[in-house]
């Protein structure tokens, strides 16, 4: 017997009437060819690519900085991160900006299409494979009709040492 856990906090006898499901939503992006989610409660705006100023000695996939209303912002180009060949700028490259905690950080991605919401019962694990983001930073897959997200944990991808763009001691 499969047991599923109750992940929405909710007690009581549930059934048919009961319109407190959690739902979860997930702004989709792409990377390459693949559709990717994250937490919209993370997303702080979505803006199109702009010109950065370079940072010195930077790793390549930290394209750079912006001035956001007075931020410092700190734009990571995901595609080059991940390898998935060589990125254009174009009137649809879009800089997602993220709320990672106490910093906000921007992610250029290749396009952004819509916000999925998702039920618990809509999330399955992410198999065992060889994708583009270590399994630490998966929360699962979630599918939608014949849609199917990879979904991100993005505070933990973000805040990761390999990216190198949070101050470790702030945890």
């Known amino acids: 017997m499969i047991q599923s856990a109750d992940v929405s906090g909710k007690t009581g006898s549930g059934g048919q009437g009961d319109e407190e499901i959690t739902r979860l939503e997930f702004l989709a992006f792409t990377l390459g060819s693949e559709e990717y989610g994250i937490d919209i409660l993370k997303v ?92 630490d930073f998966l929360i699962g897959l979630g599918t939608l009709d014949e849609r199917m997200l990879i979904l991100v944990d993005i505070e933990k991808l973000m805040s990761s040492p390999e990216m190198g763009l949070l101050d470790h001691s702030e945890h």
């Open 44 to 135: 702080q705006e979505i803006r199109g690519y702009e010109a950065v100023t370079r940072i010195a000695n930077a790793p390549e996939f930290l394209k750079g900085v912006i001035n956001l209303r007075g931020i410092i912002v700190p734009i990571v180009d995901m595609r080059i991160k991940f390898n998935l060949g060589t990125p254009t700028y174009d009137q649809l490259t879009v800089v997602i900006i993220l709320n990672i905690g106490t910093r906000v950080v921007g992610m250029v991605v290749d396009s952004v299409s819509d916000v999925m919401t998702l039920t618990p019962e809509q999330i399955r694990p992410a198999p065992e494979m060889n994708t583009t983001f270590n399994d």
